[in-house]
């Protein structure tokens, strides 16, 4: 079993930065591929990028590539999301998850639906 909490989240003018954070509880973390997905308001939840469990394998979606990167730092047991030149489209509930499926660790998942550990989300809100 996994814990994940995010902060990090707020309002940020459009071409501004946050960085996310996502503390896991439990000693498992590091065995763990790591997702980013985010919500905006009457769409569905979609993938922003996840990583590996070593870190060195990393997925973007091209709306945020080039923008944002993904890190993880298991010795911390935390997962961060940096997030630059912010666009008022980039809006939503920002959500980290947990892969534990073995056979992705190396190479992490899009899909939201192989994911089985959640936190309860950050918002992040980005003005024109």
């Known amino acids: 079993q996994v814990q994940l909490v995010e902060s990090g989240g707020g309002l940020v003018q459009a071409g501004g930065s946050l960085r996310l954070s996502c503390a896991a509880s439990?000693?498992?973390?590091?065995?763990?591929?790591m997702g980013w997905f985010r919500q905006a308001p009457g769409k569905a939840r979609e993938f922003v990028a996840a990583?590996?469990?070593?870190?060195?394998?990393?997925y973007y979606a091209d709306s945020v590539k080039g923008r944002f990167t993904i890190s993880r730092d298991n010795a911390k047991n935390t997962l961060y999301l940096q997030m630059n030149s912010l666009k008022p489209e980039d809006t939503a509930v920002y959500y980290c998850?947990?892969?534990?499926?073995?056979?992705?660790?190396?190479?992490?998942?899009?899909?939201?639906?192989?994911?089985?550990?959640w936190g309860q989300g950050t918002q992040v809100t980005v003005s024109s």
């Open positions: 998850a947990a892969d534990r499926t073995p056979s992705r660790r190396y190479g992490p998942s899009r899909s939201d639906d192989e994911y089985t550990y």
């Open positions: 439990g000693r498992a973390f590091s065995l763990y591929a």
């Open positions: 990583i590996s469990w070593g870190g060195g394998t990393t």
